[in-house]
T-cell receptor, first 111, second 117 residues
Framework: GENVGLHLPTLSVQEGDNSIINCAYS??????FIWYKQESGKGPQFIID?????DKRQGQRVTVLLNKTVKHLSLQIAATQPGDSAVYFC??????????FGTGTSLTVIP | GAVVSQHPSRVICKSGTSVKIECRSL??????MFWYRQFPKQSLMLMAT?????????EQGVEKDKFLINHASLTLSTLTVTSAHPEDSSFYIC?????????????FGNGTRLTVT
C-alpha cells in the first residue's frame, strides 16, 4: 500500500518565524495537490490546494509551491503561531479522485 | 462548508467481535467515499474507495472480507471490521467527495479510534 510504515519527520520553529514543510510525491501523472492539517485525534483539514498548471498559490499566511520537474511540493507558513502545531500532509490526487497522502511532518511551534 | 460526520469516535471491542463505523455527509450528497487507516505517527493509508450503489474498490493488500464496506445511500457509508483482532486497532478515517468536478477537495470525518482487546 501507499505510505505504509513511514514515521513522521518533525519540525520545530519559534513562534513568529516562518515554517517550510516539504513533500515529495511519486506519480508524475498527478495533477492536483492539497495540503492538509491534522490535529491530534482529528481528521485532516483542508489548508490549500494547487493544480499542476500552477507553480505557486497563496492563501492567508500560507503559500504552496509546486515543482513538477522534481516532483516536489512545499508549504510555507508565515509568522507561525502555536495554533499551527499539528501534523501536515500533502496529498496527490490521481485518476478517479483518489487521494494518496505523503509521509507527513509534525510541526511544533515553540512559544 | 461540507461536513462529514463519523461515528463512533472511539470504540473498544473484544477480539473476535465485529465493529461497524458510520460515515455520513451531512449537508451534501457524496457520490464517492473513501476509507483510510492511520497508525500512530504515520500517514493515512487508503483502504478502499466506495461508490454509492456499487461494490467498493479495495487497495492492494486490504482484505475485502475483513473490512466490509457498504455505501447504500448518497449520504452514508459504513465500514465493518469483521472478527476484529488486536492488530486491527487503529484510527480509521472516512472522507467524502461531492463528485461535482474532478479534482475537488475531500472532506474528512474526525476519525474513529478502534481498540481491540
Amino acid at each position: 500500500g501507499e505510505n505504509v510504515g513511514l514515521h513522521l519527520p518533525t519540525l520545530s520553529v519559534q513562534e513568529g518565524d516562518n515554517s517550510i514543510i516539504n513533500c515529495a510525491y511519486s506519480n508524475s501523472a498527478s495533477d492536483y495537490f492539497i495540503w492538509y492539517k491534522q490535529e491530534s485525534g482529528k481528521g485532516p483539514q483542508f489548508i490549500i490546494d494547487i493544480r499542476s498548471n500552477m507553480d505557486k498559490r497563496q492563501g492567508q499566511r500560507v503559500t504552496v509551491l509546486l515543482n513538477k520537474t522534481v516532483k516536489h511540493l512545499s508549504l510555507q507558513i508565515a509568522a507561525t503561531q502555536p495554533g499551527d502545531s499539528a501534523v501536515y500532509f500533502c496529498a496527490e490526487i490521481r485518476t478517479g479522485n483518489q487521494f494518496y497522502f505523503g509521509t507527513g511532518t509534525s510541526l511544533t511551534v515553540i512559544p | 462548508g461540507a461536513v462529514v460526520s463519523q461515528h463512533p469516535s472511539r470504540v473498544i471491542c473484544k477480539s473476535g467481535t465485529s465493529v461497524k463505523i458510520e460515515c455520513r455527509s451531512l449537508d451534501f450528497q457524496a457520490t464517492t467515499m473513501f476509507w483510510y487507516r492511520q497508525f500512530p505517527k504515520q500517514s493515512l493509508m487508503l483502504m478502499a474507495t466506495s461508490n454509492e450503489g456499487s461494490k467498493a474498490t479495495y487497495e492492494q493488500g486490504v482484505e475485502k472480507d475483513k473490512f466490509l464496506i457498504n455505501h447504500a445511500s448518497l449520504t452514508l457509508s459504513t465500514l465493518t471490521v469483521t472478527s476484529a483482532h488486536p492488530e486491527d486497532s487503529s484510527f480509521y478515517i472516512c472522507s467524502a467527495s461531492t463528485g461535482e468536478s474532478y479534482n475537488s477537495p475531500l472532506h474528512f470525518g474526525n476519525g474513529t479510534r478502534l481498540t481491540v482487546t
